[in-house]
């Protein structure tokens, strides 16, 4: 990795400087004048932050993966996973900025935190307030177009989102194909402000234009939740009936809620259903022919890629600032899921964990986020 070698190439330059310093007798400024940045990027390292993640439920099995490797992160270290610090939004953008806020202060700003803000708009004051106490944070998913790492020094580390409108049209057209391209859909998306939501809806919207003959009939946001999109689904079902021919799902778990609303009109596997995000359940699904395709994002790599930048900014393995913008702000993987390689992929990525190099930041990312 070249930024391990920049850094012990830095601080073996920075004792070199200091036994200079000291064999030509200059202490104080003198001193300081010659050792320089790497004294300067020393005086920021945090020797053994307290490592968090901040998310919404573990109980959803999107988190769950994402937080699995932020914890196989902190065991590389040679901690236990108990040592990653569990911060659970429910849902709640209020509840994430003040447990944030409480552990900036429970720790005196010695923290290195990795989070989605449940929303776009939260991304700000948490970061802001991470920056106020000298402590490092990696984002993921959630945040405003005009907020940006490099405008918050070292500080605010990254953010990581994915680039959801090209797999998002990718889905659409293969239910649209198994539609015959003509019918009419219905579409469950996610909480409205989320990014990835809109990313998803762009994405259907794109694939219905190449298909004039489909009709969306009506498109509610479910929340990402599966009891909602499951009340929807069977509002959907009591409206249009047989006019329904296939079903959009921004997210795994919202799927889960239609498939439990269409089996109990003994419809399910008869009407298409495709999703996002790749879960296990989701793959069996794929599978056994109730879901026709889903996306996945490798939540667990990261879970854990997240947690390693802002712990490596945090001790001062590498500076941020250093960095080009699209070491800042990229996008994770995609993985397209379909019955054709559903097998191969569940072998490859749900039986078995590969292994991952938590220093390799940015290996497996999938380019620079543009607006």
């Given at each position: ?123 700000r004051p948490v970061v802001e307030a991470v920056v106020a106490k000298g402590a490092y ?87 990402w939740d599966t009891q909602k999109a499951n009340s929807i689904m069977s509002s959907y ?135």
């Amino acid at each position: 990795m070249s930024f391990i070698k920049d850094f012990i190439e830095k601080e073996t330059l920075s004792r070199r400087n200091f036994m200079l310093a000291s064999a030509f007798g200059l202490t104080g400024a003198a001193a300081a004048s010659i050792i320089g940045a790497g004294r300067a990027q020393a005086a920021g390292a945090i020797e053994d932050p307290t490592i968090a993640w901040s998310y919404r439920d573990r109980t959803n099995p999107y988190w769950n993966s994402i937080v699995s490797g932020g914890e196989s992160f902190v065991e590389s270290l040679g901690k236990p996973k108990s040592a990653l610090v569990h911060l659970i939004n429910e849902g709640s953008s209020e509840k994430s900025l003040a447990d944030v806020k409480a552990l900036l202060g429970k720790t005196d700003g010695k923290l290195a935190l990795a989070i989605d803000t449940n929303d776009s708009p939260n991304a700000r004051p948490v970061v802001e307030a991470v920056v106020a106490k000298g402590a490092y944070v990696s984002t993921i998913w959630n945040k405003t177009d005009d907020l940006h790492p490099w405008d918050f020094g070292d500080n605010y580390v990254s953010h990581m989102s994915w680039s959801d409108v090209g797999p998002a049209e990718q889905t659409a057209t293969i239910l649209f194909k198994a539609m015959n391209g003509k019918g009419s859909i219905v579409g469950l998306g996610g909480i409205a402000s989320n990014n990835p939501a809109i990313e998803r809806r762009k994405g259907l919207d794109n694939a219905l234009k190449n298909f004039p003959d489909i009709k969306l009939l009506d498109y509610q946001a479910a929340d990402w939740d599966t009891q909602k999109a499951n009340s929807i689904m069977s509002s959907y079902l009591t409206r249009f009936g047989d006019e329904i021919t296939g079903v959009f799902c921004a997210n795994d778990t919202m799927a889960y809620g239609v498939l439990e609303a269409l089996r109990a009109e003994g419809l399910a596997g008869q009407i298409p259903v495709v999703a996002y995000d790749g879960n296990a359940q989701a793959v069996d699904l794929v599978i056994a022919g109730e879901l026709l395709a889903t996306v996945y994002t490798n939540p667990h790599w990261g879970g854990g890629i997240t947690a390693a930048l802002a712990y490596y900014a945090a001790t001062g393995a590498f500076k941020p600032s250093e960095e080009p913008h699209e070491h800042r702000e990229f996008n994770g993987p995609t993985i397209l899921i379909s019955k054709a390689d559903a097998e191969d992929f569940k072998k490859k990525y749900i039986d078995a964990t590969p292994t991952y190099d938590w220093k390799d930041f940015w290996g497996p990312s999938n380019g620079p986020i543009t607006y």
